[in-house]
């Protein structure tokens, strides 16, 4: 299957603006994550100003592109995801990783806004994806060639120690585990969270699971963090709302942010070739 020629014009055009040839590592931000600014941004890219790029409907994705340069290190920070609650296929969910690997971009840097399945996770709580179980009925590579994709080793688990150790220095707890992607839009009840823990799942969220899929498709390589912004349905008693989840992310976003600045580093001390 050919490349979208959107994505590549849109390539061509953020090359000619921004004169880089080559991006380094992408971030994808969840729901109320972007902080106002993770890295110096040297240029922006509204989504609708992007013919062909899709656009955001769900309070909380900004839907900009910034460009960042760093020495040794050029980055993509999307502040903006799609769903498939949106009306979006899987595939499209994973533009923004398509146009990172256009861009040049290995390595991919994920997050979201997660329910809490496993009880020891708290609201206000980093992690670290290990795994991920993927309920949401569809997958990105359906009719794609060569999708026989092996995910055994999706995720750079071997980054977790040194990211666990950062996070204790800033009071923060960091866990591993198993993040269970579903549909939306509405919440999961208490008999479906039920069902995730019996699964294994740690937290649940409707994103992520296929943008990592596709990075690792088109051979990046994938770290994905979750902040916990609630106790999924049943877990605890009270009410859940995206009101709640994104005032819990936006508390939460510059110790979150901090940690993602962490893991880049830790990940560019531990590439041999670097970035």
Same mark, same amino acid.
């Given at each position: 299957?050919?490349?979208?020629?959107?994505?590549?014009? !849109? *390539?061509?055009? =953020?090359?000619?603006?921004? $004169?880089? +040839?080559?991006?380094? !590592? /992408?971030?994808? &931000?969840?729901? $109320?994550? *972007?902080? *106002?600014? !993770?890295?110096?941004?040297?240029? /922006? &890219?509204?989504?609708?100003? %992007?013919? @062909? &790029?899709?656009?955001?409907?769900?309070? @909380?994705?900004? @839907?900009?592109? !910034?460009?960042g340069t760093l020495p040794n290190l050029r980055i993509l920070q999307f502040c903006g995801r799609f769903h498939l609650y949106e009306?979006?296929? /899987?595939?499209?969910? #994973? *533009?923004?990783?398509?146009? /990172?690997?256009? %861009?040049?971009?290995?390595?991919?840097?994920?997050?979201? #806004?997660?329910?809490?399945?496993?009880?020891?996770?708290?609201? $206000? +709580?980093?992690? &670290?994806?290990?795994?991920? =179980?993927?309920?949401?009925?569809?997958?990105? %590579? =359906? @009719?794609?060639? +060569?999708?026989?994709? +092996?995910l055994s080793c999706l995720y750079q688990r071997a980054l977790f120690p040194s990211l666990a150790a950062a996070a204790r220095q800033r009071g923060l707890v960091l866990r591993e585990g198993v993040l269970a992607a579903v549909s939306g839009p509405c919440y999961e009840t208490p008999a479906e969270v039920r069902m995730l823990a019996g699964l294994g799942a740690d937290a649940v969220s409707m994103s992520t699971v296929a943008e990592a899929i596709v990075g690792k498709y088109l051979g990046l390589e994938v770290a994905a963090l979750s902040l916990i912004t609630n106790r999924a349905a049943g877990v605890s008693g009270a009410p859940l709302s995206h009101g709640e989840v994104l005032r819990q992310a936006r508390r939460c976003r510059e110790d979150f942010a901090a940690l993602i600045r962490s893991l880049i580093g830790f990940w560019s001390e531990n590439s041999k070739n670097g970035f």
């Amino acid at each position: 299957m050919p490349p979208d020629p959107d994505l590549q014009r !849109l *390539a061509e055009r =953020i090359r000619s603006r921004s $004169g880089v +040839d080559l991006f380094h !590592l /992408a971030v994808v &931000f969840g729901s $109320g994550l *972007a902080p *106002a600014e !993770l890295f110096p941004a040297t240029d /922006a &890219f509204p989504y609708a100003d %992007l013919p @062909g &790029f899709p656009q955001v409907s769900v309070p @909380g994705h900004e @839907g900009r592109l !910034l460009l960042g340069t760093l020495p040794n290190l050029r980055i993509l920070q999307f502040c903006g995801r799609f769903h498939l609650y949106e009306g979006f296929s /899987a595939w499209e969910c #994973a *533009a923004p990783v398509r146009l /990172a690997a256009l %861009l040049g971009c290995r390595k991919l840097v994920l997050t979201n #806004a997660a329910g809490a399945v496993n009880p020891q996770l708290q609201p $206000g +709580d980093p992690l &670290f994806i290990s795994d991920h =179980i993927n309920l949401q009925g569809d997958n990105p %590579l =359906i @009719g794609r060639p +060569d999708s026989f994709v +092996d995910l055994s080793c999706l995720y750079q688990r071997a980054l977790f120690p040194s990211l666990a150790a950062a996070a204790r220095q800033r009071g923060l707890v960091l866990r591993e585990g198993v993040l269970a992607a579903v549909s939306g839009p509405c919440y999961e009840t208490p008999a479906e969270v039920r069902m995730l823990a019996g699964l294994g799942a740690d937290a649940v969220s409707m994103s992520t699971v296929a943008e990592a899929i596709v990075g690792k498709y088109l051979g990046l390589e994938v770290a994905a963090l979750s902040l916990i912004t609630n106790r999924a349905a049943g877990v605890s008693g009270a009410p859940l709302s995206h009101g709640e989840v994104l005032r819990q992310a936006r508390r939460c976003r510059e110790d979150f942010a901090a940690l993602i600045r962490s893991l880049i580093g830790f990940w560019s001390e531990n590439s041999k070739n670097g970035f």
